[in-house]
């Protein structure tokens, strides 16, 4: 057994003063927080934890999810759209308290395309879906408005089949056909959005149903653009997915009976027609299902069996999630409401971008620059073609000022001319002579 020596006692020592560092970090941390609870309590407001202990928000990096996404393709606004914030007349910020989501007026959205700052077509899932989470990332989203007719407008069928919407949105090619008519016939206004601050998915019997928020009202989301249904068709088939893994769990007699493999298996031997079929491979099925994991556990969190919730196969694609390219993002602690990110197509596209001011031009000052620059090529004949050229611009319009009066004016525009001549860029050599004769080629016919 080797005795202690005087480096081990050494190294003991650096452990116990870095011990005795954290806990005096923690002491001062939880000081702190006290501090901030008592002046909270002080002002009437309820006092507002740290939420670090919380369940962490998974999100998957882009780059894990990019193959099941088409080639990036940049939205562009084929009719002219109107401010969201102009249409609901709303203002930049809400003060010092952010709005409750639940209390936001509800819309529905057809034709629509989401998209980046960039302005290139973006998928749902790089945003969080739990509330109070602060997106780490700009979406937007254009579309026609219109008012929610009620609860089960604008969802989409879990079957094929089961319902007239299933034709917006089947992961079929015939459904773009459909999908880019709409909202014509039903009226509404198109609208490009702020950010998208939060999306949900909600499932019924037969049904699905997805909604995006943004800092004004929520959004029912009908039928996408043509251009932007297959990006869409990813996110449908991703819900329907989760609704029949909910299915095959709730139909054993013990949910922890079927593990993470099994589900996958029997997910590879799916029919290929069906609305959630992915692929023969099970290696293939297991990473499409891990991959876009976050959507299928946010409906096992909103799911009221228990036990379902509790399952294997719920820890298991969790734990596989954290196994790939990820971030965790935490919901925020502040209740104070952040400046309106407003969409920043305004500025890019379509009518409602500006036009460029035309530039100062006149057909006088036209003319006298095309008689300058004649002139200027000609070279040491040009004051002879100058006041022989019946047709130049400038002469002729002298030519047809035949009273005294307007000759002194002709004068004057000529003295401008020459001025104005005068202070321009410095041109090749000669410029100066030319500028000279110009100047009496436009007053010489005026003393004729």
Known sequence: IREPSAGDAAEEGDVEAADMEVETDEDFARQMQAKLDAQDARRGQPAVRARSTGVAYIKVHESEIADDYPEPAQYSAEEEEMDELVLFGEEDDYGAVAPDPDWLPRKTLQDFSVYNAEGFYASLELLPMYRGVDPD???FASGVVQDDAGEWEGGTALERGAAPSDAAGGAGG????????????????????????????????????????????WYRLSRPAEKYQSWYNTVLKVARLAVVILKMLCEETRASKLSFNDVIKRLAQQPEDSLTFISKKVPVVERFVVVHAQIILN?????????VKQSAFHGSLRAALEMKRHMKLYASASSVASRVNRNPIRDRNGPNRAKPMPATATAMVKAIWQSYFQILGSGADADAEAEGDADAPVARAVEEDDNEEEDGEAEDAAAEVENALAVTSPMKTGGKAAARKAAKAAKAPART
Not at 299 to 307: D, G, L, R, T, W
């Open 299 to 307: 409906q096992f969190a909103h799911f009221p069996v228990k036990a």
């Open 137 to 139: 990332v700009d979406l």
């Open 174 to 217: 015939a459904s773009g056909a459909s999908a880019s008519a709409g909202g014509e016939g039903g009226g509404g206004m198109r609208v490009y959005l702020s950010q998208i601050r939060e999306w949900v998915v909600e499932v019924s019997t037969d049904m699905l149903f997805i909604s995006l928020r943004t800092d004004i009202a």
